[in-house]
């Protein structure tokens, strides 16, 4: 008999040998593709990746080595930069997408932050919630998920929460009123992140599960600042370990600070979840095609009810896909208008052209400023980086072009190997947009010469593009009419870009995501 510390023993190196053996495997059918050379062993380009502007490296690897290319992660671990047109388009499609689920880290994260144990019952077994839709994979398992959600998200939903979105835009913008009162002057500077963040969980709330949290009170939330507390890292060799690391060692996410965090706001989530679908049972609350009404036909349909710990999963779910990207977005459009000011004046006039608030389609009709203003934001700052897969299966990509020294049109991808398609890159091509790419010009979305560009990808493509994407655009269209008739901007500060979950604004040389404008009545 062994014992248990050579148990251990054997066990670790049973593990290396296996983790060694698949590397030297995609190494080598790799080994056509072309590449950086690693800078280090342990951390392959990780450091490099964390310690420059986010993004900046695909740029300069897509004009080296071409459209395919093959970097390391932490430990050797294979990884591919991919920004093939062909290629992303089979692995975002129908055809592909379920051969490229998220990466085991990626997905490890959702389910600690967003997921619970996965007991089927009831509505589970209908729908197989138990993992929330950013968690699960499997064709069908997906598809179900979408299924249940689409109406919630449906252009009549959407139209029917125009009045919700103007109102708390409308409220934001009284506190900011309010704010300048206090003080006595027309012109205040205002950290516009965190008002952002309270205007997405407040929409969020309110339209998806009728929910309000009264957040734009400015008071302070423990649900807030929850969140903000996982997302909004600090720029530090811990948060850069647990990057680097999780793609490989997911477990990394239980530890230290970041795991207390974890946990924090996976039961802050929880809490206000439970809470929610309490008050809306008890209300009966079947109103139109929310979410939450969605779910509550879906629970009375079932023979058994529905499990409340798989309800809350796919709520956390929801309420921190809203949360994150769209306050960043609105963030980022409020800086774009602030260093364009003509941009901000010509949008002012567009806006007071109309004394009431815009319905959804007034909004798609008659904003184009507006339109080209929010649309070249998301092309320029698209607040998901990198779109994350891994390779489920050993799978054949087509290729718009060889591999440079090569004539094959196809790549076969070995299973295990993470993907990322770097969006910034393909939304600033040149090739595609024109040399005026990398500048800010809403009026690209309206000389008739957007319907040639290819599809954002802010918001992805395919069977897994984002689900709130007409939501997101609609609140935050409500909340810059309602912010831009009412006040102008300006930034008198640098900022840069800055990775956290996603990509926010910080005052350059800060840790932590800030965007303080000027603002200024008019
Ligand atoms: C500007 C705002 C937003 C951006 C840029 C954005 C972007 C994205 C992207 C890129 C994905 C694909 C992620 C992946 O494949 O890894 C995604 C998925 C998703 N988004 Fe959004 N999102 C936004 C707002 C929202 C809102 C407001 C909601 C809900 C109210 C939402 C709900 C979801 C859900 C549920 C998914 C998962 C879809 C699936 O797996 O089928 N998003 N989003």
Redesign the pocket.
Same mark, same amino acid.
């Given at each position: 008999m062994i014992s248990w510390p050579e148990a251990v023993a054997v066990s670790a190196l049973l593990l290396v040998c296996r983790f060694s053996y698949g590397l030297f495997v995609s190494r080598r059918a790799l080994s056509h593709v072309p590449g950086p050379n690693s800078p280090s062993l342990v951390w392959g380009e990780e450091w490099k990746l964390y310690h420059t502007k986010p993004g900046s490296h695909y740029h300069g690897w897509k004009r080296t080595f071409g459209k395919v290319v093959k970097i390391s992660g932490a430990f050797g671990h294979p990884m591919l930069c991919i920004t093939d047109e062909s290629a992303i388009s089979y692995i /975002?499609g129908a055809e592909g997408i379920y051969n490229f689920p998220?990466p085991h880290g990626?997905r490890i994260w959702f389910q600690k932050t967003l997921g619970n144990a996965s007991r089927y019952r009831g509505f589970c077994v209908l729908f197989q919630v138990g993992k929330?839709?950013?968690y699960?994979e499997g064709k069908e398992s997906?598809e179900r998920? +979408?299924r249940l /959600?689409a109406p919630a998200?449906s252009q009549p939903s959407v139209r029917n929460f125009m009045p919700v979105f103007h109102e708390i835009s409308s409220k934001l913008a009284v506190q900011w009123l309010h704010m300048m009162d206090d003080l006595g002057r027309d012109e205040i500077e205002i950290e516009v992140t965190n008002w952002a963040g309270r205007f997405?969980l407040e929409?969020?709330g309110r339209?998806?599960f009728s929910h309000e949290f009264d957040l734009l009170s400015g008071d302070p939330s423990p649900l807030l600042e929850a969140l903000d507390g996982l997302t909004n890292t600090q720029h530090n060799a811990t948060s850069f370990y647990m990057r680097a690391l999780f793609w490989i060692f997911p477990s990394i996410l239980n530890i230290g600070k970041k795991g207390e965090m974890v946990r924090r706001t996976k039961m802050e989530l929880g809490q206000v979840a439970r809470k929610m679908w309490r008050d809306a049972k008890l209300a009966n609350d079947s109103y139109e095609k929310t /979410?939450m009404a969605q779910m509550l036909k879906a629970d009375a349909a079932s023979e058994q009810r529905m499990d409340l710990d798989e309800i809350v999963a796919q709520m956390r779910?929801?309420l921190s896909?809203?949360?994150?990207?769209?306050s960043?977005?609105v963030a980022w459009v409020l800086y774009e208008l602030a260093i364009n000011p003509r941009t901000q004046e010509e949008l002012r006039v567009e806006i007071s052209s109309h004394n009431t608030d815009p319905t959804l389609d007034e909004l798609s009709t008659r904003f184009p400023i507006l339109h080209g203003v929010l649309l070249e934001t998301?092309r320029l700052h698209?607040?998901?980086l990198e779109? @994350? @897969?891994e390779a489920a299966v050993t799978t054949s990509v087509p290729l718009s072009q060889p591999i440079p020294g090569t004539s094959e049109s196809r790549l076969v991808i070995p299973k295990g190997t993470i993907l990322f398609i770097p969006?910034n890159v393909m939304q600033t091509d040149s090739e595609l947009w024109g040399d005026d790419a990398h500048i800010f010009r809403p009026r690209r979305w309206m000389d008739g010469q957007s319907q040639h560009h290819p599809s954002l990808?802010?918001?992805?493509e395919g069977? +897994?593009?984002?689900?709130?994407?007409r939501?997101?655009?609609a609140?935050?269209k409500a909340l810059i009419v309602a912010l831009i008739r009412q006040f102008s901007v300006r930034c008198d500060h640098e900022i840069e870009p800055f990775q956290s979950f996603?990509i926010r604004p910080r005052v350059k040389g800060t840790a932590m995501s800030s965007l303080p404008l000027k603002v200024k009545r008019v």
């Open positions: /975002l998220k990626v929330g839709i950013l699960v997906h998920q +979408r /959600l998200f997405a929409s969020v339209a998806a /979410l779910t929801i896909a809203a949360y994150e990207p769209v960043s977005t998301l698209p607040p998901i779109n @994350h @897969h969006v990808l802010a918001f992805s069977p +897994r593009s984002c689900i709130g994407a939501f997101a655009q609140e935050i996603v």
